[in-house]
């Protein structure tokens, strides 16, 4: 009685074969469903496909920062140019890291992407500095001391400066220059940057006009060498010159002091001496593009966190006792004097930037101060364009490679296994609507993008998953050359197939997920891709092959093994004879006996 019931076993296991071809029906059906549901019927392309520009940076040393390229500052660099660029509402761009200090931003083509690309490497180093020292700079320029710039919770009319009392409005806007101000010193002026230089200004206005070389013997006395090193490149300074315009107040601590350009009328430039940075742009919590109402300008509005708007109420208590242009803080974004307002009265939780915005220029730099600055400075390395037709060249010359590896597998499959080639391919067809519908639907869930790459490892999935029923079927055709009927061969074949298969997709899988981890850009398409049909190849074979194996196998026409089943005894070599003489004599002898 033993016999009987461990020969029923295997087949009692697989009583129930439609039970698994139901359950990966159900799973077809589930994830079609949510396919169509979520309106994401097609994978996401990437921009080798869909066209777009791929940016490479490459993050640059800063003075007094030796170990600042670290990977927690790589990767917080990251989420803000991905917060920056989808922001902006241009979708499915893709940022990330490669190598230990390069970050690679791919932005499909569409909406706002150029606007995109002109921010990816914005450091947006934000910092609220006293003004020292104002000048014109340039031939023939005028020397204003600062914009009009509104500024705090009240909102200035044009030609006031910010927060002024009723009593001076009939001054209208604050001059500073060699009509408003008189040239004090040299003395003057090299004191009023060394107390800047400590953090605390002295009351004594400085010098608004370019400052000229004194022959007094006072001057050499006040001035120490961080204070005669900064009027010198004040002197020297010219920014209308580009390159010195975009060289001045660059990779500087905000501990030091600096010399710094403006513009506040286009064609006209200005140069700063500016203290210690007070404020930065860490303590903005909020800031976006607007129109002024009363002036109807462009404006930047800003909302500090409970901590900046301590350090901004402060700054701003000490500026309004000053005389201008010490009365003036400038907002520096990387470098550049954007705006240099006149504090009448100390400002907390609110302030405005103003400046020769439009509606571009100001939504970009509140979109940048919202998700915060870089924490390192980054370098354009390249950029790479890709037109959508050169893309679509591509995804067709890859989707008719993929036919045509199909296309050869089954002339294999048909030619070799007959009968058996049907199993295969309805086996390739559910593997085929898996993988599509899984890569639709990981587009909007985690931001798989399918580029070239990724379609080279689905091609090649082809052959790994063509690969796992070759493997079954060969095992099933021994077991019939040994005289095995189709039935008891189906069964007895599939626990040596399945290690096989097994073993065979546990190393490539392996292969793909060490490839993923090592690799970046565009080999991780190829790498997540062979992975991800490796693992359905597995679900496959387990919950479809094998069940509809044996279901075919109950059928008259395998059963029978005829030479178009691909299970013809006589093709095979087998020796049935050979079998049933032994069964017969094995059966005979307990009788003689």
């Known amino acids: 009685m033993a016999a009987p019931k461990k020969g029923r076993g295997p087949s009692g296991g697989q009583g129930r074969p439609g039970r698994a071809l139901v359950i990966i029906l159900i799973a077809m059906v589930a994830l079609a469903g949510g396919m169509f549901l979520s309106g994401h019927t097609t994978p996401r392309l990437g921009i080798d496909l869909a066209g777009g520009t791929s940016i490479t940076l490459k993050a640059k040393n800063q003075p007094g920062k030796p170990n600042a390229i670290n990977p927690t500052n790589m990767d917080t660099a990251v989420g803000i140019i991905?917060?920056?660029v989808n922001g902006l509402g241009v979708s499915e761009a893709e940022v990330q890291t490669q190598g230990s200090d390069n970050i690679i931003v791919n932005i499909p083509k569409g909406t706002n992407s150029e606007q995109a690309r002109e921010q990816v490497g914005t450091t947006a180093q934000l910092y609220f500095r006293p003004v020292l020292t104002v000048a014109a700079s340039g031939p023939e320029q005028p020397a204003p001391s600062g914009s009009p710039t509104p500024s705090g919770s009240a909102t200035p009319k044009p030609g006031e400066s910010a927060a002024s009392d009723d009593k001076d409005k009939d001054k209208g806007e604050e001059a500073t220059g060699e009509e408003a101000t008189?040239?004090?010193?040299?003395?003057?002026?090299g004191r009023a940057v060394s107390e800047g230089l400590k953090k605390a200004p002295t009351p004594t206005p400085t010098n608004s006009?370019?400052?000229k070389p004194s022959d007094s013997p006072e001057a050499s006395p006040s001035a120490d060498p961080a204070t005669a090193k900064l009027q010198?490149?004040?002197t020297k300074l010219n920014c209308a010159d580009?390159?010195?315009?975009?060289?001045?107040g660059k990779d500087a601590l905000p501990t030091d002091s600096i010399v710094a350009c403006g513009s506040n009328v286009p064609g006209s430039y200005e140069k700063y001496i500016l203290g210690p940075a007070e404020v930065s742009g860490g303590d903005v919590d909020d800031a976006q593009g607007a129109i002024d109402q009363q002036t109807g300008e462009w404006i930047v509005s800003m909302e500090f966190s409970s901590a900046g708007a301590k350090k901004f109420q402060t700054i701003t208590s000490r500026l309004s006792q000053q005389q201008p242009p010490m009365n003036q803080f400038a907002i520096?974004?990387?470098g550049e004097v954007v705006s240099a307002p006149s504090v009448r009265t100390a400002l907390s939780k609110n302030a405005q930037i103003s400046g020769s915005f439009d509606q571009q220029s100001a939504e970009d730099l509140g979109n940048i101060l919202s998700y915060g600055a870089l924490p390192l400075t980054f370098e354009e390395v390249s950029v790479t364009t890709v037109t959508a037709a050169l893309g679509s060249e591509q995804l067709k010359g890859g989707l008719i490679a993929g036919g045509i590896g199909l296309a050869l597998v089954v002339i294999y499959l048909v030619a070799y296994y007959r009968g058996l080639a049907f199993i295969a391919l309805l086996?390739?067809?559910?593997?085929?609507?898996?993988?599509?519908?899984?890569?639709s639907l990981l587009g909007p869930a985690i931001g798989f993008a399918l580029n070239l790459p990724a379609v080279c490892g689905a091609i090649v999935?082809?052959?790994?998953?063509?690969?796992?029923f070759i493997v079954y079927f060969e095992r099933v055709r021994d077991e019939i050359r040994e005289g095995r009927t189709l039935r008891p061969a189906i069964e007895r074949a599939w626990p040596r197939a399945r290690r096989t298969i097994l073993v065979s997709d546990f190393v490539s899988f392996l292969a793909a997920a060490v490839l993923f981890l090592v690799t970046v850009g565009k080999v991780q398409g190829f790498a997540f891709t062979l992975g991800l049909t490796t693992l359905l190849d597995v679900v496959v074979v387990f919950f479809f092959t094998k069940p509809l194996m044996t279901l075919m196998g109950r059928t008259k026409f395998f059963s029978q093994g005829g030479s178009w089943s691909g299970l013809d005894p006589k093709r095979l070599g087998a020796q049935p004879p050979l079998r049933r003489s032994r069964r017969v004599s094995a059966s005979t002898e307990p009788k003689e006996a």
């Open 232 to 234: 010198e490149e004040f």
């Open 461 to 468: 999935a082809i052959g790994i998953t063509a690969d796992s």
């Open 332 to 334: 520096v974004l990387d």
């Open 427 to 439: 086996s390739l067809l559910v593997s085929g609507i898996l993988t599509y519908t899984i890569m």
């Open 182 to 189: 008189p040239s004090p010193s040299a003395t003057t002026q």
């Open 209 to 211: 006009a370019e400052p």
């Open 82 to 84: 991905e917060r920056r």
């Open 242 to 248: 580009p390159e010195q315009r975009a060289a001045a």
